[in-house]
């Protein structure tokens, strides 16, 4: 099996779980369920960057994939913080 046909694979897989995260980002019956959806909608696009690093052997889409996590990452954690009432 070709590599490339793998990795564009796998990336289209990781869309497709990411459209079907923005109906429960949309749909959320509470906003931890929101929250939940949007953190796992920021990591699944860094692993599609990363992906793409890999298939193109670049290493700055790799950095734009942890950068993307990151903030995904930190925004979960300061909307938490908000709802708890720390913020």
């Not at 564009?8 to 990781?14: E, S, V």
């Not at 779980?17 to 796992?40: E, H, N």
């Not at 990363?50 to 790799?62: D, P, S």
């Amino acid at each position: 099996m070709n590599i490339d046909l793998l990795f564009k694979g796998t990336a289209i897989i990781f869309a497709i779980f990411s459209l079907i995260l923005i109906y429960r980002v949309i749909k959320g019956p509470t906003i931890i369920d929101r929250v939940l959806s949007a953190d796992a909608i920021d990591i699944l696009a860094g692993i599609i960057m990363v992906l793409f690093g890999a298939l193109k052997n670049r290493a700055m889409y790799l950095d734009l994939g942890l950068i993307i996590t990151l903030l995904g990452f930190i925004g979960t954690v300061l909307i938490s913080k908000y709802i708890k009432g720390e913020l």
